[in-house]
């Protein structure tokens, strides 16, 4: 069993930067990749960015060059390094882990994340 808490939501401002995380417990070893997604209000959730346990990284064009997945292996800890933040960036941000081809199927409480105006 894996369990998976986020952390590092806040209040941001168009242009600031926030770094969320990912920290897992239990059967750590068995992750072979994290994911970080997010869900916006009345929008479908997304997937992000990707890092394997082989520290292969992986981002959707929408956060590309914006967005950093970095893992920390000492604290078990997936970041997302969020810069230049934009309207369309305030959701709510979720993590999810991988076992050998197959992702967890459950989510956590996310992380939210506001646009300030």
């Known amino acids: 069993q894996v369990q998976l808490a986020e952390s590092g939501g806040a209040l941001v401002q168009p242009g600031g930067s926030l770094r969320l995380a990912c920290a897992a417990s239990?059967?750590?070893?068995?992750?072979?990749?994290t994911g970080w997604y997010r869900q916006a209000p009345g929008k479908q959730r997304e997937l992000l960015a990707i890092i394997t346990s082989g520290g292969h990284t992986s981002y959707v064009d929408l956060v590309k060059g914006r967005f950093t997945i970095s893992r920390d292996e000492s604290k078990n800890t997936v970041y997302l390094q969020m810069n230049d933040l934009m309207p369309g960036d305030p959701a709510v941000y979720y993590c999810k882990y991988r076992i050998g081809a197959t992702w967890s199927g459950s989510w956590g409480r996310g992380n939210q994340v506001t646009g300030s105006s």
């Open positions: 239990g059967s750590v070893s068995s992750i072979s990749a």
